[in-house]
């Protein structure tokens, strides 16, 4: 089964998740084998079946431009940094904002915490034919991402086949586009990912709303165990 295939509309989309799409799952002591913090509490909200990966899973390899800093980011070269990672689109008129004020306030955190140095935040447009160089830095004024910290990754794919291929097969975050042009929006779920030095997922944070002190918390033990 594709995930693509089991994409709903309207509000249902919030809850429709995948069985058995994810390969390389892990579960039980094989996740906790791979994890520095244990087993979230909250495990039970995910359900049996969903797309993205959670706690203990392998992080897919993301390589996409980042069109501010003009490079080729490959997630598999950040070496001992661990990874905060979503994905968004910057024209969004709901989720995406306090998804990402949330984010960027986490950015800010690892820096007051002193592990800035030890964390890069990618942020994965499933938009990219709107979301331009120009856009994104509209966008992180709006949000108040520190673009100037050197930690905060824009990644934009080439098109939308690719946005596809990334964000809702790799990543499992699942989307559909309403409408077309500039009035098009989008239908998506939120997640946002912590992963370890090491490429494996800590926690899958589910919600417009993340917590920024549990993430804060949660990145900043990680970092310590694994520096």
């Given amino acids: 089964m594709h995930r693509r295939d ?33 087993p979230p509490e909250d495990s039970k909200l995910h359900g049996d079946d969903y797309a993205y990966p959670t706690y203990g899973d392998p992080f897919p390899t993301i390589e996409l431009p980042d069109p501010l800093a003009e490079t080729e980011v490959n997630t598999d070269s950040f070496g001992d940094d661990c990874l905060v990672c979503t994905a968004f689109y910057a024209t969004c008129p709901a989720e995406c904002i306090p998804l990402m004020q949330a984010l960027a306030q986490v ?23 709107r979301d331009t160089p120009d856009e994104l830095r509209d966008h992180a004024d709006m949000v108040n991402v520190d673009l100037e910290a050197g930690n905060w990754n824009y990644l934009r ?3 939308a086949d690719e946005a596809e291929s990334v964000v ?3 990543l499992g975050i699942l989307f559909e586009r309403e409408g077309e042009g500039e009035t098009a929006e989008f239908m998506h779920i ?9 490429g494996y997922v800590e926690r899958s944070y589910r919600g417009e709303n993340p917590d920024v002190e549990q993430i804060s918390d949660d990145l900043e033990t990680v970092v310590e165990a694994t520096n």
Avoid at 112 to 120: A, L, N, P, T
Avoid at 190 to 198: A, C, H, K
Wanted: aromatic share 4%; hydrophobic share 40%; proline share 4%.
């Fill in 157 to 159: 794919p080439a098109d």
């Fill in 6 to 38: 089991v994409l709903a509309t309207g509000a249902g989309l919030s809850t429709v998740l995948v069985a058995g799409c994810l390969t390389g799952r892990l579960s039980g002591d094989d996740a906790a084998e791979h994890a520095v913090l244990e």
């Fill in 107 to 129: 950015q800010a955190e690892s820096i007051e915490r002193g592990v800035d140095d030890s964390v890069q935040f990618i942020a994965v447009t499933f938009d990219p034919e």
């Fill in 190 to 198: 939120t997640v946002t990912f912590l992963v370890n030095p090491d």
């Fill in 168 to 170: 809702n097969d790799d």
